[in-house]
């Protein structure tokens, strides 16, 4: 039987929500995908990415509190977030709300 996403270390109802919507219904789906490919299908079903909510599923996978995430290896989960951003269209938005966007300003239209 598979297990709930909110099994994973840092996740919750929310989270499993929002998988969910994405097409994820299991952590052992998440965990096959690893965090990048899970993290970019949420922002291709519309989540609006966030930093914190990116780096979370990161320590969550590894079995480590979110707190833990600091420093040099913190800088490189930002690049990581960053790139894949770059990789979700935002189409019928004008620059100004997808540069807020990009900033976890605004939410993004459903």
Not at 16 to 21: D, K, M, V
Not at 83 to 109: F, M, N, T, Y
Request: glycine share 10%; proline share 5%; hydrophobic share 45%.
């Amino acid at each position: 039987m598979p297990s709930a996403v909110s099994t994973i270390p840092n996740l919750g109802p929310a989270s499993e929500a929002a998988f969910a919507r994405a097409g994820i219904e299991s952590a052992e789906e998440i965990r096959e995908m690893g965090a990048d490919a899970a993290y970019l299908r949420l922002l291709q079903a519309g989540t609006s990415p966030h930093f914190i909510g990116y780096y979370v599923l990161v320590m969550g996978l590894q079995g480590r509190p979110w707190t833990d995430c600091q420093g040099a290896e913190k800088a490189a989960l930002r690049v990581r977030f960053d790139a894949l951003k770059a990789q979700v269209k935002h189409k019928g938005r004008s620059e100004i709300e997808a540069a807020l966007d990009a900033l976890g300003v605004v939410e993004r239209r459903r």
